[in-house]
């Protein structure tokens, strides 16, 4: 069965500095591995996804993770943040090429920015 | 923006009281869902759709129900709403292999 390991439910960084959020993930089959972020009362929107191709993904907003298959890792990473940062970020796996019934969610981390 | 939309966005509704929500889209998708977030869990799947009248159970289906006779509107309803269900709910499509969601509705229970 698949699963989504968040570590840390809340993350405080200052504004200017890395953010990184940590997902990790089990999967019997090649995952398919997604970010969303959630910004207060709003839906989900997709930062980024791998799909088997780079294992280094760009996303929106200068968020990107990399997929390392050995640590079971797919970690999202930002160099500076700002205060536009400050959301809820879900990580997500699902079996590759499946879609529709097998998206599993991680828990949430929420991320503040401090001046 | 994906084209998907749900009515009411904020409900409260009395225990024992059936809800239905409405979800739709503008995109043609085949396949649509609904999940519940809750603090702490992250979203869970209800139930999801693959066509008209085709849907599936998903991880916490108990107590809901859902009914899809046209591709653009995917109903949830409560047959009869329990404190428990005190959630907000979102509704997905699915174009390719991302997931996109609607703005939510949160629905208390009393």
């Known amino acids: 069965a698949q699963s989504v390991t968040q570590l840390g439910s809340h993350v405080s960084v200052s504004e200017g500095a890395l953010v990184l959020l940590r997902c990790n993930y089990s999967?019997?089959?090649?995952?398919?591995l997604f970010w969303y972020v959630q910004y207060p009362n709003q839906g989900l929107q997709l930062l980024l996804k791998?799909?088997?191709?780079?294992?280094l993904v760009k996303g929106i907003n200068g968020f990107e993770a990399e997929f390392k298959k050995s640590e079971t890792s797919f970690h999202l990473t930002k160099p500076s943040a700002h205060m536009s940062d400050a959301a809820e970020y879900f990580c997500?796996?699902?079996?590759?090429?499946?879609?529709?019934?097998?998206?599993?969610f991680g828990p949430g981390t929420s991320l503040s920015v401090i001046p | 923006d994906a084209g998907i939309t749900q009515s009411p966005r904020h409900k409260v509704t009395e225990t024992g009281t059936p809800v239905t929500l409405r979800c739709h889209q503008t995109e043609n998708h085949r396949y649509m869902y609904w999940y519940r977030q809750d603090p702490g869990h992250g979203l869970r799947l209800i139930h999801y759709?693959?066509?008209?009248?085709?849907?599936d159970k998903g991880e916490v289906s108990d107590g809901y129900s859902v009914s899809r006779s046209k591709t653009e509107d995917f109903l949830l309803t409560l047959e009869s709403a329990t404190s428990s269900q005190t959630s907000v709910y979102f509704c997905?499509?699915?174009?390719?292999?991302?997931?996109?969601f609607g703005p939510g509705t949160r629905l208390t229970v009393t």
């Open positions: 759709s693959y066509g008209v009248k085709d849907t």
């Open positions: 997500a796996v699902s079996e590759a090429g499946t879609s529709y019934d097998k998206v599993i």
């Open positions: 999967s019997s089959v090649p995952p398919y």
């Open positions: 997905a499509i699915s174009p390719r292999d991302e997931q996109y």
């Open positions: 791998y799909t088997s191709a780079a294992t």
